[in-house]
């Protein structure tokens, strides 16, 4: 049985890999708008990433709790991921307003 010092840093390894199984789709996102894709491209892309994340997962789970599903760690990720999203939201809301600051000052055109 572990400490409750020890299954807090546990939660809070397993928020953080959520934080990084959205940044990281995030990122083919961005690919994507940059380089159009077919279907077909992009399902195998998102097998891939589910492959790699799901690997990652167990990786984080394994070195953490030595592979034991702990549901602490899957509400982590869970909260990870919806607290990553919603910061990504944040930031993008963000963006836009920047830029419609600086568009009604004439810096950009």
Known sequence: MYGIEKEAAIFF???LS????VFAYE?????RR???????AVNIEDFFYWIFMSVYLFD???CTTYGVIRWYFVLGVVLGVLAARCA???AIKLFGKCKKILEKSG???
Do not use: E, N
Not at 34 to 40: E, Q
């Open 13 to 15: 390894c397993a928020c």
């Open 18 to 21: 959520g934080g990084i199984v």
């Open 27 to 31: 990122i083919i996102k961005v690919f």
């Open 34 to 40: 940059l380089i159009r894709h077919s279907d077909i």
């Open 60 to 62: 984080q789970m394994y």
């Open 88 to 90: 990504m939201l944040y």
């Open 107 to 109: 810096k950009t055109k």
